[in-house]
């Protein structure tokens, strides 16, 4: 079963514009990670996150984590057509070793 | 530096066959997990494998085995296909528990598995 969940299961914007997707988790997690997809192939690592941070930028990503909520969110700011892909995030667990649990995914598309 | 790779990219089974799929770690890394990702939906972790042994696994019948070699690379092997077994199969390397950064996981391209 998926430890997380994902909102929205699916989002479309145009170029330019900001992408938010959300996760959230059921267990006490020791890092949380947004990965990407494109087409169905493999999956790309885009930016972790400790359990005790709470908020980490990379490039145009922003991830924030609030462990009291187990939630998390993903920002893409300034959008290109190149972002059309699926989103996930993954959990480790304090009791899972390094095992990743994915949430559902959230499809882009964005328009040109 | 070669990343994780797999093979085949592409396989179709008939329904009752078996199947391995291969999977060959990143430089540097010890520990290989396997997911299996259902159209739509996210990756489903099925086993995870580091010196040799399988260490973790998930909630998959004992139709889905596994191997890994001394020199890291892992074999999945799934016996008596099942349509609804037809996936992605994802392979990710990492370093064993208690190295630095085994929370690091890197994917393969992965192998597409069609069983008819």
């Known amino acids: 079963s998926q430890q997380g969940e994902e909102d929205p299961q699916a989002l479309s914007i145009q170029e330019g514009e900001n992408a938010t997707m959300n996760c959230s988790y059921k267990?006490?997690?020791?890092?949380l990670q947004w990965y990407r997809q494109n087409s169905g192939r493999g999956l790309v690592h885009l930016i972790l996150?400790?359990?005790?941070?709470r908020e980490k930028h990379s490039g145009r990503l922003r991830v924030t984590l609030d462990t009291s909520k187990k939630s998390s969110s993903l920002l893409i700011t300034a959008s290109r057509a190149a972002d059309t892909a699926s989103y996930f995030c993954?959990?480790?667990?304090?009791?899972?070793?390094?095992?990743?649990?994915f949430g559902g995914g959230t499809r882009v598309l964005v328009k040109p | 530096d070669a990343g994780v790779t797999q093979s085949p990219t592409h396989l179709i089974k008939t329904r009752g066959q078996q199947v391995t799929l291969r999977c060959s770690p990143k430089s540097g890394h010890d520990t290989v997990s396997w997911y299996q990702q259902a159209l739509g939906q996210g990756p489903q972790f099925i086993f995870q494998?580091?010196?040799?042994?399988?260490?973790q696994r998930g909630n998959f019948p004992d139709r889905f085995s596994g191997h890994q070699f001394p020199n890291y690379s892992s074999e999945l092997n799934v016996n008596a296909l099942l349509l609804g077994d037809s996936a992605l199969y994802l392979c990710a390397s990492s370093r064993k528990p208690g190295t630095p950064k085994p929370y690091e996981q890197y994917f393969g391209p992965g192998t597409r598995l069609t069983v008819t």
């Open positions: 993954a959990t480790d667990g304090r009791a899972a070793g390094n095992k990743l649990t």
């Open positions: 996150i400790r359990s005790n941070e």
């Open positions: 267990t006490s997690i020791n890092n």
């Open positions: 494998y580091y010196e040799e042994e399988e260490r």
